[in-house]
């Protein structure tokens, strides 16, 4: 490792910028050395934001380690990354993510189809680039764990220093250190003036102002605020930790945020979870006339009061058997109304879409034109889950060959669904008499039925269909969002660290039968003035101050 000498005979490592024993400005010295003329002044004196210590990154450089460590110290590179994340995360809400997607997208086919027919070839765009599923993809976790290791360094680089040069702060300072100050000043002392007099004197001065004192003979150091100098780096801790908390989501089981519809009546399993849900019963509660404050115009509409879907939680104790069937036990029953959950352990089950008055079911009646327009019996085709084969009458069965939930003509020129959603359903059957050796084929599609045969013994005559709601349920389970609050919490501590005080010091030395007077902040230089311009009268000191703050 590479050395700066000063006069003193200190060797200081290469980067320092104050002398580690005497603290004069390393840059002067080298000036004087060179022969060039080295002029004291405040545009040649150092910066003191990590009191003139060499950090780790200014010094070593030679091998792999460094230069990684020197690449990650930069502050330049933590904006860019800071750049790169805020672009990719804008780019992520130009369209919804597939979380959020506001219609049921049970398969990844539906999901592509989604983005290509609302969004257009922009949409297709999105969804090839994988911008979809964009904040849990690789390449964004990587650029979370790049900004945290930026983080990480850079703050190790310049607290290390920090500490060092602050914990064992020096009273006697060089006297270029402290005529480099922005303020500055010194006196002429008289014969009968007693520098410890002098001394005492501002000590008793400062230590009312809320300074501590440091004294070293006649020399005096007053401090305070010191413990704002760690404000920026507490808001790293609480940046790092809020990071720990995002990244903590990537770990199976710390985070879900899912979409289920569940239909009236129907039990799914809760995605990546042991649960599972029923949905009883949903309804949408209106205001009445009586409760509204003052008499509204609604044109024979209605504002919904509450969303409600009543739910019944089970857990699958076979779970952890692939393979086995489900073995329910009902854990929590209950309401699950708009910004009041159902929360069971971590997991909460939050109302967030419905479906009203959807297909549900198709009911007919099965005619025997034969025997004078007799009906048969009654036939419910359910639209989610139909029957294959229903038994209608003595003998008599419909069996369902083939079914398109939301059927159009393939480029094929044959029959196909567009998704899985009962949005136009198309039934082919079969009606078998097995007493009459019957067997005739007919078709249901838009409101018409359409029979194999002109002449066809059954018919089928078109009911009412089952009208069901569907609830739009989202899961979450988040166990980082404790993490994610502590550092947010330790993060705005940090904020209020560094931005309600300053780190304010004063100087007081006598040489060669002169007082010098010095002060020294990190921000609020009028605030430091004006204390130094009370310690001068309080003390009676013939310093004409020298502010260079504004230079």
């Not at 294959?388 to 939301?406: A, H, M, N, W």
Request: with cysteine; aromatic share 10%; net charge neutral.
């Amino acid at each position: 490792m590479d050395q700066r000498k000063c006069e003193c005979g200190h060797a200081n490592p290469v980067g320092t910028l104050l002398c580690e024993s005497c603290g004069r400005p390393l840059e002067q010295e080298l000036t004087a050395q060179t022969g060039e003329a080295a002029q004291v002044g405040q545009a040649a004196f150092p910066d003191m934001r990590y009191e003139g210590m060499a950090r780790r990154s200014q010094t070593y450089t030679n091998t792999l380690i460094d230069r990684v460590w020197n690449t990650f110290s930069s502050v330049k590179v933590a904006i860019g990354i800071i750049i790169v994340i805020l672009i990719a995360s804008a780019i992520g809400t130009i369209f919804p993510q597939q979380q959020y997607i506001p219609v049921p997208v049970p398969t990844e086919a539906d999901v592509a189809r989604f983005y290509s027919e609302t969004y257009g070839t922009l949409g297709q765009i999105y969804y090839a680039l994988g911008f979809h599923n964009m904040y849990s993809s690789w390449w964004f976790v990587t650029l979370l764990v790049a900004l945290g290791t930026s983080l990480v360094i850079c703050s190790l680089d310049r607290v290390i220093p920090l500490y060092k040069a602050l914990n064992k702060p020096r009273v006697n300072q060089h006297v270029s250190f402290l005529k480099g100050q922005k303020l500055y000043g010194e006196a002429e002392l008289s014969a009968e003036t007693q520098p410890g007099a002098v001394a005492d004197k501002a000590a008793d001065a400062l230590r009312k102002k809320g300074y501590r004192i440091f004294r070293d003979g006649d020399a005096l150091m007053a401090e305070k605020g010191r413990f704002s100098r760690w404000g920026p780096y507490v808001n790293h801790i609480g940046l790092i930790i809020f990071l720990i908390g995002v990244l903590m989501r990537n770990i199976p089981g710390f985070y879900l945020d899912q979409f289920v519809w569940v239909r009236e009546g129907q039990t799914v399993a809760v995605p990546d979870t042991p649960y599972y849900v029923k949905n009883v019963a949903y309804h949408t509660e209106y205001w009445s006339e009586e409760e509204m404050p003052q008499k509204l115009d609604l044109n024979g509409g209605a504002i919904p009061k509450k969303f409600q879907t009543d739910a019944i939680l089970y857990l699958n104790k076979n779970a952890d058997l692939p393979g086995a069937k489900p073995e329910l036990v009902e854990v929590k029953r209950g309401p699950i109304v708009v910004n009041h959950p159902m929360i069971h352990e971590d997991l909460s089950l939050v109302q967030s879409g419905v479906q009203e008055m959807q297909l549900g079911a198709l009911n007919f009646v099965l005619i025997d034109r034969q025997a004078g327009g007799k009906p048969v019996g009654p036939i419910k085709l359910d639209l989610y889950e139909p029957n294959p084969e229903l038994q209608v009458g003595d003998g008599i069965k419909v069996r369902v060959l083939e079914y398109f939930p939301d059927f159009i003509m393939g480029p094929d020129n044959k029959p196909a669904t567009k998704t899985n959603l009962p949005n136009n359903p198309m039934f082919a059957l079969e009606v078998i008499s097995e007493k009459d050796n019957v067997r005739e084929k007919m078709v249901y599609l838009r409101g018409t039925i359409i029979t194999q045969k002109a002449d066809s013994r059954y018919t089928l005559e078109i009911k009412m269909p089952d009208l069901i709601d569907i609830s739009g349920l989202m899961v979450r389970i988040d166990k980082a969002v404790p993490v994610i609050y502590f550092g947010a919490i330790i993060f705005m501590i940090g904020v209020v660290m560094g931005f309600f005080w300053q780190h304010r010091r004063i100087w007081v030395q006598f040489h060669e039968g002169r007082l010098l007077l010095a002060g020294h902040t990190n921000k609020n230089w009028y605030g430091l003035r004006r204390e130094i311009q009370t310690l001068i009268e309080q003390t009676e000191l013939p310093i004409a101050l020298e502010d260079r703050s504004k230079a």
